[in-house]
């Protein structure tokens, strides 16, 4: 009798083992099949229709468009990251735009080629549009900064100095920046001309060389102390000028 008991446990455990795991492969099943009627509702979609041009142009260019959009990604990753606190809702728009490109991918892996042309192209301009609200905050910032250099730079050509060496030592300094400030303007007119190409990622280029080159104007112009106060002020557009991420690092004495 124990003998046909404990016979009837294990069959009875083992039922239960196995109407768990139909659960499971069922739920997993449907999940599957979810997704899959997604994408297949997706391709018959008549917005992404397509002729067989469209298709062999989109087949011949999507590896192309992926790695530029991946690069533009991670461009905006760095910036989110240094900058994405001033500019409003910014994260989230990155992590939409990093859902759009993925399924986008999708149709591409499966070869649904119009599908994922079209949807590469959807987000291509939200991102254009996000580095648009980075290119408005870094022309912001960079008028500002070079704005302040020429008020510190009139401010020391009007000076009276002491000894007519310390006048010839100061005059060369002054000229020296007023030179860097006009090169630094120079590229604010090459970031306007891009923004009204709409060409707001090549526009960063040119803003952050501004940038640099009016910290380095301020810091050159300040006594040491005020430089150092400067570049602390600054420390983040100094990383993100270098296409890096800031970081504090890890405290002294840890």
Known sequence: ???????????????????????????????????????????????????????????????????????????????????????????????????????ALRYYYRRQYIVAGRKMKET??????????????????????????????????????????AKAVRGRDIASNHHKLQIAYYQMIQADRMRRDYRFKDSLIHLRLAKEYGISILSGLKSEEEGKNIREKYKIDLSDNRNMVYSEGPAKGN
Do not use: W
């Open 1 to 103: 009798m124990k003998k046909n008991s404990f016979l009837k446990m294990i069959a009875v455990g083992g039922l239960m083992v196995a109407a768990c795991f139909g659960i499971y492969s069922q739920e997993k099943s449907s999940a599957n099949e979810g997704k899959s009627v997604q994408l297949a509702n997706a391709a018959d979609d008549p917005k992404y229709q397509g002729d067989y041009l469209e298709e062999f142009h989109y087949a011949r260019t999507l590896d192309s468009t992926k790695s530029r959009l991946l690069d533009q990604i991670h461009a905006l990753n760095i910036i989110v990251k240094n900058f994405g606190s001033q500019v409003q809702g910014s994260p989230e728009e990155l992590e939409s735009v990093k859902k759009m490109y993925t399924d």
């Open 124 to 165: 291509e301009k939200s991102l254009d549009k996000l580095f648009g609200r980075f290119s408005d905050q870094y022309n912001q910032r960079a008028d500002q900064l070079l704005g302040e250099c020429a008020d510190t730079i009139v401010g020391l050509e009007q000076m009276s100095m002491g000894s007519q060496d």
